[in-house]
């Protein structure tokens, strides 16, 4: 099982609709995670962390499932602008720096 | 909004030659990262750096890697004996204590 796994999509998405991803690990000692995106060839940005409660950043909402070791990101309203690959990434458990990415999740939104 | 900073953009080496790849942190940042990702592939962790010295590393950064802080303000990555599946883009990152990496714009290198 891959450490951190994601649809690859891509996921084509009509401008306003709102799109869901979801992401699994396979370590439950993991604890932190966060989504970044990455536009074509350039370097990944941080999204939003991830906290056990859920949070919430303008149309962005993430959501963190520790007995099912899923994360997701719901997007809503969606804009071209959005149109990225969209990064899962969790941080090796009993490190504080390694962070293990996932292949990423490919979404295009047409208008 | 400050930023990291990498130079050069792009990178094209010969097969077999060193090359140095540089990057600025974020000036009140402590930790610093260095990750690779081969084109098509996903992002890949190299390397941590905290108080002048290596944190933890991968099975990737082999004795053919090694990093160094030469000044204040430099955080550098040096290839050796570079190989053709050295070929990928390389990003720096840096933080602050357990938040959130920030990444430059990276170096693309290409061995030839």
């Known amino acids: 099982r891959k450490e951190v796994e994601q649809d690859p999509g891509p996921f084509n998405v009509p401008e306003g609709a709102t799109v869901a991803f979801n992401c699994t690990y396979s370590?439950?000692?993991?604890?932190?995670f966060f989504w970044y995106r990455q536009d074509c060839r350039k370097e990944p940005k941080l999204l939003m962390s991830?906290?056990?409660?859920?949070n919430e950043d303008g149309r962005f909402t993430a959501q963190l499932n520790r007995a099912s070791q899923y994360i997701s990101l719901l997007i809503r309203d969606s804009k071209l602008s959005d149109s990225a690959t969209y990064l899962c990434?969790?941080?090796?458990?009993?490190?504080?720096?390694?962070?293990?990415w996932g292949a990423g999740t490919k979404l295009i939104i047409k208008p | 909004e400050p930023e990291v900073t990498q130079t050069p953009s792009h990178q094209v080496t010969q097969m077999g030659q060193e090359v140095i790849l540089r990057c600025v942190p974020i000036?009140?940042?402590?930790?610093f990262y260095w990750y690779r990702q081969i084109l098509g592939q996903k992002v890949e962790f190299l390397v941590s750096?905290?108080?002048?010295?290596?944190?933890?590393k991968s099975e990737i950064f082999d004795d053919q890697f090694s990093v160094e802080r030469p000044d204040g303000s430099n955080f550098t990555l040096k290839i050796r004996s570079t190989k053709l599946e050295d070929s990928a883009m390389y990003f720096c990152?840096?933080?602050?204590?357990?938040?959130?990496?920030?990444f430059g714009d990276g170096t693309r290198l290409s061995i030839l």
């Open positions: 990152a840096s933080s602050p204590p357990l938040q959130p990496q920030h």
């Open positions: 000036s009140n940042h402590l930790y």
């Open positions: 750096f905290y108080n002048n010295e290596i944190s933890e």
């Open positions: 370590n439950s000692a993991s604890q932190s």
């Open positions: 991830v906290y056990s409660s859920g």
């Open positions: 990434v969790v941080t090796r458990p009993g490190s504080n720096y390694q962070l293990i």
